[in-house]
């Protein structure tokens, strides 16, 4: 929320948060929920540039939140509303006018991220910045596929049709079909169909990603966190901020309690050799291309999976080879290696 909140100031316009499915604002561990997260950055950042909508269906989980609001003193910029969120998103789509738009999607299960909700703000004019960030839950996707069904002879079941369809809403399409009938692991099938999901969402916000979250690296994914953005910066920025929370979080669940390992962090067991590969392959393809550029495709080829800054060293140490698969610097403004200069492949 800071980097985008900051960045997004700079439009100039009125700033609409909105949580489409809120909850209390605390949870019962105390932790900060997702209206707290984006009000306290706002108050920050923003103060005199926002207004917020907070959507609960549940009264109880409502109260709590609008307690929290009239505590903290941010109740005139931001709202709890009590209600069904589809039906609020809707008829707030056809209110905007060039407000700069960000939208969560957090329900629990799949009943509230149809693709039909997404719509009217993926269909904005982009003009106006507008960005939605999704959580959708992957163990359900396989329940309500029921790729067994057919040859359990239930396939004609009221309640396998209407599941089903609601994997078509909610996708926006029935590509998930081919992808939950097939083979494939559970696994492969929730990447799958993240990445079909995705490219459909493109066709609208053209800069999409998405992190898994689970415990850790052995267990199932829980959800899918995905955003959508018409602007590149948007996923410069969650590449980074996604692979160190996800890195991070494995890190500390498959090592954290092992005393040999007590010093280490995320980053202590990566090694570059991927990276270079990719560095040099989509290099080949873009002779020439900036070296900020180059980035911007690789994310696009690989998000998540490397820091920017992890990006930066590789460049730098294969520019600096003399021998060998290797970087020319072919352009440099200051005869420093930074974002404009020209890169080129070599192996002569
Ligand atoms: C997963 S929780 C949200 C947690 C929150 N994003 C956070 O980080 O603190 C989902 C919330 O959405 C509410 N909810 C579910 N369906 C809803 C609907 N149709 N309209 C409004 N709220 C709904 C649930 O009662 C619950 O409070």
Redesign the pocket.
Known sequence: MPAYLRKVALLGKPILLV?????????DDGE??????MCSAAEKYVKSQYSALF????PS?HNKLQEILVKQGWNSRAKAIL??????LNILSTQLRDQTVFV?L???GL??CEFNTLKPFLTRSNQFSTEIVI?MSMPITHRLAAPKAKAEGRENDPRITSNRNRMTKVFGGDYWQEIYFSDMLAGEKEFAVMEEYRNLISQYLPYTGSCPVRESTSSRIKYFITFASRHIDAMLLLNDEMCKAYFGQMHEADFGDLPLFANTNWQSFRTSKQLDSIVIAILKKNPGIKRKALWELIIQEHFMKFTASEYKESVKNLAGRTTGERIIVTYTETNRLNDNCGLLFTDT
């Not at 949580?19 to 605390?26: H, L, S, T």
């Not at 209600?83 to 609020?88: E, K, N, P």
């Open positions: 949580d489409g499915y809120a909850g209390p604002g605390v949870f900060p929920g997702s209206p707290l997260i959507v609960n269906h549940n989980h209600g069904d969120s589809s039906q609020l969560y957090d329900p629990f009943k509230g959580n």
